[in-house]
Nanobody, 121 residues
Framework: QVQLVESGGGLVQAEGSLRLDCTAS??????NAWGWHRQAPRQKRELV?????????KYTDSVKGRFTISRDNAKNTLYLQMNSLKPEDTAVYYC???????????????WGQGTQVTVSS
């Protein structure tokens, strides 16, 4: 089992920045891919960004050039740096981890509890 705990959400004005952190514990060595998903009110959950242990990354089109996913293996922490935030980025953001290799499918074996990000116009 893997436990994921997110932090760093909050309220920010449009064009501002936030960094989300996700600290992992448990059977971390079984994990090969990590990701950030989000779910806005009345919307389906979507993958925002993902990264493999080898450093390959994937982003949804709407965040390319604005968001950066990264991982600090020594700290067992996943990050999502979000710049130039827009009101449409408002959502609950979830950290996820997966035992599968590669990014053909969004990471979704294990989930954090979510953290709210609200961007005001």
């Amino acid at each position: 089992q893997v436990q994921l705990v997110e932090s760093g959400g909050g309220l920010v004005q449009a064009e501002g920045s936030l960094r989300l952190d996700c600290t992992a514990s448990g059977d971390i060595l079984s994990i090969n891919a990590w990701g950030w998903h989000r779910q806005a009110p009345r919307q389906k959950r979507e993958l925002v960004a993902a990264i493999t242990n080898g450093g390959a990354t994937k982003y949804t089109d709407s965040v390319k050039g604005r968001f950066t996913i990264s991982r600090d293996n020594a700290k067992n922490t996943l990050y999502l740096q979000m710049n130039s935030l827009k009101p449409e980025d408002t959502a609950v953001y979830y950290c996820a981890a997966d035992r599968r290799r590669g990014l053909l499918r969004p990471p979704d074996d294990y989930w954090g509890q979510g953290t709210q990000v609200t961007v005001s116009s």
